[in-house]
């Protein structure tokens, strides 16, 4: 019997990773083709923590700073799309988010505006679990439970082409979501407004939605014409995961405060990030600081751990190669499964691919919930040996059947179209 509080009943017993793969411990191999939760980005088993921590095991991170978090955060700075970026490690995506609605709350005090204390999301998104992340988050199956402590922040519809909801679509929806954005800034009224944050590309809640072109530089002109912080959240897309450094690089936008986390530590080290610009940072500290702070941020041993994952991306021009795969995996996936009937869109950039699921094409309907049809379509996958990142609500928050797809940027042609004949035994199996 196991002593451990598991997130599901039933959990496989991991033996050991190597590269895409990870081996249970009776002997099964599973094609890691979601990096675990989009985690893995240079690939399992290839940096041994032994040579990274341990130069400084633990300092309070309000009375020290250390070589490893200097050198870390030099590196990042001539990284990040951040205008004089200030970088604050944390230990997850979440405390990332949470750090940056506290500074975008503590930007407004500093600036004399402090009324301004509501936050903008976009509805089907995910910026995390805590309840300040969970509370910006557009995904109602996570928040029904606790649904009484939230509410605070308001929300915009969802970005995703496939289902946009501007009456317009397919004309001007970059334009059309601005003006939402502006609609509802001025229905809240400007001056509570403290700051809007969305996913520079969508994650599980969507299945790696790619906004339209001219969307961020739209929405980035609403915000700064209302004198509200734009808050990037890259926790997913980040440090490489969609083909450049920052998803956003792929827009001509520079974010008041971009976060990231997942691939920065690459799955050895449980590492967040949450990036100020200069204008935030300085405004903040030179108005008596920054109240916020958690034991394990601004770790040494993560630091030295984040650099490791620097130089390995950029050893092996990594950030390219997940260009190319990823050009070559969505080529694939759309010439193997693009036409099936139960496949409504394959979407994404980079090795960030979603494969939304529906019953009818023509209408995009999807499979009633208690179809419970991605349980079943990653169960077979796992059978098959892969492993896929499912997802369920993207249609109304209930009702809609995704995966993601992102496995580490190493992985090979041969390996790619083991993805793909997996992906579709297992679509022929739940058919079945
Ligand atoms: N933001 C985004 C866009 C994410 O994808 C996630 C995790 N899936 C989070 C925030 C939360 O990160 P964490 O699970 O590390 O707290």
């Known amino acids: 019997m196991s002593h451990v509080f598991h997130r599901t009943a039933d959990p496989i017993e991991v033996a050991r990773a190597e590269g895409c793969w990870v081996y249970d411990t009776e002997g099964k191999a599973y094609l890691d083709a979601a990096g675990g939760a ?42 990040v799309p951040v205008d004089g970026p200030k970088i604050f490690p944390t230990s997850g995506g979440a405390e990332a988010v949470e750090t940056a609605t506290k500074m975008a709350r503590s930007f407004q005090i500093a600036v004399g505006q402090p009324e301004r204390d509501v936050i903008i999301s976009r509805s089907h998104s995910y910026h995390g679990n805590t309840l300040g992340a969970l509370d910006l988050s557009g995904r109602p199956t996570l928040r029904q439970p606790y649904e009484s402590w939230l509410g605070r922040s308001q929300q915009v519809p969802q970005v995703n082409e496939y289902r946009c909801p501007s009456p317009q679509h397919p004309a001007d929806c970059a334009g059309w979501h601005a003006r939402q954005l502006e609609e509802k800034i001025i229905a809240i009224g400007p001056e509570r407004v403290a700051a809007f944050i969305g996913e520079a590309v969508g994650g599980a809640a969507t299945a790696a939605a790619v906004p339209p072109d001219g969307y961020w530089e739209a929405v980035a002109d609403v915000c700064k014409s209302h004198g509200v912080l734009l808050i990037v959240d890259e926790v997913m897309t980040g440090f490489g995961r969609t083909g450049k450094w920052f998803a956003i690089e792929h827009t001509a936008v520079r974010p008041d405060i971009l976060v990231s986390g997942k691939g920065a530590g690459g799955g050895y080290w449980p590492l967040g990030l949450c990036i100020a610009s200069a204008k935030v940072h300085d405004t903040i500290m030179g108005a008596g600081g920054f109240v916020h702070g958690f034991t394990f941020s601004h770790s040494p041993s993560g630091s030295a751990v984040g650099a490791a994952i620097l130089d390995k991306l950029i050893e092996d021009d990594l950030v390219s190669a997940c260009e190319i795969q990823g050009k070559k995996l969505m080529a694939r996936l759309q010439n193997a499964i693009g036409a099936l009937d139960v496949v409504g869109e394959v979407r ?9 699921f529906v ?22 996958a796992r059978k098959e040996g892969l492993l896929v990142y499912p997802s369920s609500g993207c249609v109304d928050g209930t009702a809609g059947d995704s995966i993601l797809l992102g496995p580490p940027f190493t992985i090979s042609d041969d390996e790619i179209e083991m993805v793909v004949d997996r992906l579709g035994v297992a679509i022929e199996v739940v058919a079945a």
């Open 38 to 79: 989009i985690v893995s980005n240079i690939g399992h088993g290839v940096i041994d923590l032994g040579d990274w921590v341990g130069e400084v095991d633990y300092v309070h991170p309000s009375v020290f700073t250390s070589r490893a978090l200097e050198e870390y955060a030099d590196r990042l700075s001539n990284l």
């Open 359 to 380: 019953s009818d094409r023509e209408s995009k309907k999807p499979f009633p919930r208690e179809d419970r049809y991605i349980e079943r379509l990653a169960e077979a």
């Open 348 to 356: 994404g950039k980079g090795l960030l691919i979603g494969v939304e």
